[in-house]
């Protein structure tokens, strides 16, 4: 089983659309929690950390629950720049573990 | 400023060539790290640099050599490396390692080995 998985996507949307991308992980010591996105050929970008309150940025929401080991990330009223793909990452004690990505592909 | 920066931009060489990629950060981060990235695939860690030492080696090979010179500096020496060590090269830092903290990226190298 691997560490972080996530849907695998793609996802196709047309713009204003509500998408929601799901990710598990296994270690339950798992201290830190985040979601990056990576646009096409350019670095991964910090987009949000997830807390256990959950956590709310303009049209991004991200939700951590400890107990299912799961993590959340909805985005409201698509973008055409939201394309990119959506990296949820999990810290330990010293490094953090990349899922595989989702891709999301807005369409106009 | 959360800016890593990384030199060359893009960089080919061949299999007997010695090179080095360059990563600079003014943060004061003292926690930095080099990731693999191939195509569609998440980041893989390579090294961990906590305070200036070697912290973490994820089994890398031996042609890929990091090094940090000081605090804000971290380079990785290349020597005889393989066509399939072409991929993005990522730099990170972040505050540091005791509590995980957010890693900010550097643009890459991008390398390709003839």
């Given amino acids: ?108 | 400023d959360t800016e890593v920066t990384q030199t060359p931009k893009h960089l080919v060489m061949g299999m007997t060539n010695k090179k080095s990629l360059k990563c600079e950060q003014h943060m004061g981060h003292r926690a930095m790290y080099w990731y693999k990235q191939k195509a569609k695939k998440p980041p893989e860690l390579m090294f961990v640099y906590s305070y200036e030492k070697l912290s973490i080696n994820e089994s890398v090979p031996s042609r890929f050599s990091p090094e940090c010179p000081n605090s804000s500096l971290l380079n990785l020496h290349l020597h005889a490396l393989q066509p399939e060590d072409s991929a993005l090269y990522l730099c990170a830092s972040s505050p540091n390692l005791a509590v995980q903290e957010t890693q900010y990226f550097g643009p890459g190298t991008r390398l390709l080995v003839l």
């Avoid at chain 1, 990710?23 to 987009?47: G, H, I, M």
């Avoid at chain 1, 629950?65 to 939201?82: F, G, V």
């Avoid at chain 1, 999990?90 to 999301?104: D, Q």
């Fill in chain 1, 1 to 108: 089983r691997k560490e972080v998985e996530q849907d695998p996507g793609p996802f196709n949307v047309p713009e204003g659309a509500t998408v929601a991308f799901n990710c598990t992980y296994s270690n339950s010591a798992s201290q830190s929690f985040f979601w990056y996105r990576q646009d096409c050929r350019k670095e991964p970008k910090l987009l949000m950390s997830v807390y256990s309150s959950g956590n709310e940025d303009g049209r991004f929401t991200a939700q951590l629950n400890r107990a299912s080991q799961y993590i959340s990330l909805l985005i409201r009223d698509s973008k055409l720049s939201d394309s990119a793909t959506y990296l949820c990452v999990v810290g330990g004690y010293n490094k953090l573990i990349f899922g595989a990505g989702t891709r999301l592909a807005v369409h106009p």
